[in-house]
């Protein structure tokens, strides 16, 4: 009875070769045609059916399918290994796609940790179903992805950008979740075997890192292909530990800003500070990498206390240039929250420069104020906020903060989460969260600002919505203080010749 089974693999497989070869391209019209003349529309009808189902059965579907690869999946390195030897024995060229779910650690927190890798599962079969057969992917770490495209006889540049572009669009379809959207944005770094000049897995690999590393710097929706340099980079990191300290002590590390503006005017209504590492070496490191190092390191309050003075010295910069700025945004951590000295310390830094207190936006997590009762935290922030400093509660929406702790924490604005603000112009329900978040607000007297808003559409929508002011690279990127100046005159003569955008009536 064995040898049944064999005898219909046999089968299958001459089925299949007749069905799926190159040769049926010049006969399918033919037999098309001959059963038609020969029988009719109902012999037409019989071949036009039962063409796809034997093509079915001899297994021709599943040729097209690219090679999933989720459980118990092999390492990159050895994948890799397997089809550089193909491009040897061939004279064929690969690619290797490594694509990163950006902010994956907030959808964590946000949506909670089943939810969040139930949906980066997810993402599996989304880029599954952009490759071609022979393509594989597996899924790496939670949120992160390798694509080893099959080798074939020439991939050029442009072709892979145009890959990693509809990889980038397949991930970033909205995915339901508990009856709602979520979006989510993914940069992509890649690598072409012509690109690094050499046949071994590792060198590749490295190549593909420090490509997504690379654009994880440049995100969100970042793509970025390999250049000469970037593994000198990627390299680095190991030695990012050993010199953090040092930059701290050295006066490495900067305040870089971002533009907050009046949806209403498009005046700048203030800056936020973000901290920025100046390396000598590697140029500009991004906080993705320097934040969770330090705070290991126990010197994230070093980092504060540099980024207080520095803020607030800007200010002072700006008064003297005659530009206005009304007020500066500057994150405060958990860490330096606990410290009980924090509101003499900013006390004195605003009396030692001659600035208002209200100038100061003190901008805390809903994170930390979620979990944060009757301690040093809550004493501190309502300490702030007695002083004159504006309380903003930041990343509005993704963590579990009740109104009532809005109100305790005397919070003067929100800042509506990326998440949220995401295809807010094209997304109904996008547009029913944000308006529930404005309702709200505009009755506990709140102002707000919207994070991340990338496109023109967003901001457009937003103040139709009601939203009063708006920060994001669809503004301006963050940059440092000397770039600053000629940004703020650009935008008043960019504001001088826009019109107005009418709010949403009704």
């Given at each position: ?112 940790r089943s939810v969040a890798h139930r949906i980066s599962g ?198 003297a240039a005659g530009v206005d700025v009304p007020r500066i ?139 009063t002011h708006v920060q994001g690279f669809g503004i301006a ?30």
């Amino acid at each position: 009875m064995q040898h049944i089974p064999q005898a219909m693999d046999g089968l299958r497989r001459k089925l299949r070769s007749a069905l799926t070869g190159p040769h049926i391209l010049a006969f399918l019209p033919a037999v098309v045609l001959g059963a038609f003349w020969l029988g009719g529309e109902t012999w037409l009808l019989i071949v036009s059916l039962g063409l796809p189902v034997l093509f079915g059965i001899a297994g021709g579907f599943s040729q097209w399918r690219p090679a999933l690869i989720n459980d118990s999946p092999p390492q990159l390195p050895d994948l890799l290994r397997d089809s550089l030897a193909r491009t040897r024995r061939k004279d064929l060229h690969l690619g290797c796609f490594l694509l990163a779910l950006d902010d994956f650690d907030r959808l964590i927190d946000h949506h909670g940790r089943s939810v969040a890798h139930r949906i980066s599962g997810r993402m599996v079969d989304r880029i599954g179903s952009v490759l071609r057969q022979g393509d594989f992917v597996l899924q790496r770490d939670a949120g992160e992805y390798a694509v080893v495209l099959a080798p074939v006889r020439q991939i050029d540049l442009e072709t892979a950008i145009q890959l990693a572009r509809r990889l980038q669009t397949a991930v970033e379809d909205p995915i339901s979740v508990d009856a709602s959207s979520v979006y989510i944005s993914c940069s992509i770094g890649f690598v072409l075997d012509a690109q690094i000049g050499t046949l071994h897995s590792d060198d590749l690999l490295d190549a593909a890192e420090a490509a997504l590393d690379d654009a994880r710097s440049n995100g969100p929706s970042a793509i970025r292909s390999y250049a000469p340099g970037m593994k000198t980079v990627h390299r680095g990191h190991v030695e990012v530990t050993q010199d953090i300290e040092r930059a701290l002590e050295n006066g490495q590390f900067h305040p870089w800003f971002q533009p907050q503006i009046s949806t209403d005017t498009g005046e700048v209504t203030g800056f936020e500070a973000l901290a920025r590492w100046i390396h000598p070496r590697r140029g500009v490191v991004p906080p993705s990498e320097f934040l969770p190092l330090l705070e290991r390191c126990g010197l994230i309050e070093n980092l504060g206390e540099v980024m207080l003075t520095q803020s607030l010295l800007a200010l002072a910069k700006w008064d003297a240039a005659g530009v206005d700025v009304p007020r500066i945004g500057v994150n405060f951590a958990s860490a330096e929250l606990r410290n009980p000295k924090l509101s003499d310390r900013v006390a004195w830094e605003l009396d030692r420069l001659d600035l208002a207190p209200g100038r100061l936006s003190v901008e805390v997590l809903e994170t930390v104020v979620s979990a944060s009762p009757d301690d040093v935290i809550a004493r501190n922030i309502n300490a702030l906020a007695q002083l004159g400093c504006i309380v903003d509660l930041d990343d509005f929406g993704t963590g579990h903060s009740s109104i009532a702790s809005v109100r305790r924490f005397d919070v003067k604005r929100i800042k509506i989460d990326r998440s949220f603000v995401m295809k807010v112009d094209s997304d109904p329900e996008q547009q029913k969260m944000v308006a529930a978040i404005l309702t709200m607000a505009d009755r506990l007297g709140l102002e707000t600002v919207a994070e991340g808003v990338e496109t023109a559409g967003e901001h457009a929508m937003l103040a139709q919505l009601g939203c009063t002011h708006v920060q994001g690279f669809g503004i301006a990127r963050p940059m440092p203080f000397d770039q600053t100046l000629d940004w703020i005159r650009s935008n008043d003569i960019k504001r001088k010749n826009t019109p107005r955008i009418g709010r949403r009536t009704g």
